[in-house]
DNA sequence: CGGCTGATGATCT
DNA sequence: GATCATCAGCCGG
């Protein structure tokens, strides 16, 4: 696993979640992520460890699951070494296993929409604040497998709803597909 | 397809 | 009391 928070961004497009829940498993291929760095204003742990961010300051590899808008959770990848806060933010699945379980908990049969986003991601594959700290290269309900598919030809652009630092190119996706979340137009740089 | 808006509640100041 | 790392639904072209 990559030692920098952008480097693990993108290590990490193609790669493959699973989530063993005792309804079934589900599984999808990571297409899109956003890196939260250190020195970010963006990032959660930008001022410090709270009760909610503190998973962000754990090893690399462990997840930070958090409320967004009162409604949705958001799933991430801490990504420094233990005490820096930083963190890869997990965008949108391209769904493998388990599609008819993701069909049931979003609501919708429509394939391209099942974890297209973050906040629908999180839904479909049922993670929630039960994940938060979870180890995810350990044994466990929650981990991270191997590359699936042929090589992701990787772009970047700028990060999607945040109003500081948002110049910056950290936001990475698989050019050309289908389940990346996002206006188009916000395509184009990078690959 | 692009643009807009209300919902909604934990978290932090 | 302000701030959100969003989404579904609705509208117009």
Redesign the pocket.
Known sequence: MPVDSVELARFLIGRVLVHESRAGTTSGRIVET?A?VVGDA????F?GP????RS?FLERGHA?V???????Y?F?ISSESRGVGA???I?ALEPLEGVALMQVR???DRLR?LA??????T?AMDID?RHDGLDLCADGPLWLGRISGPAAQIAASV??????DAHRLLRFYERGSAFV?G???LGGAGG
Do not use: K, Q
């Not at 963006?42 to 742990?45: E, L, N, P, V, Y």
């Not at 709270?50 to 961010?53: D, G």
């Not at 958090?66 to 949705?72: D, F, H, K, P, S």
């Open positions: 956003e939260y963006a990032c959660h742990a001022r709270t009760a909610r961010n962000l930070y958090y409320l967004n808008y009162g409604v949705w958001l991430n963190g890869v933010l965008r979003r609501g919708s929409d297209r986003g973050p906040g629908r991601l839904v604040r990060r999607i709803g945040i109003t500081r979340s206006p188009a137009r």
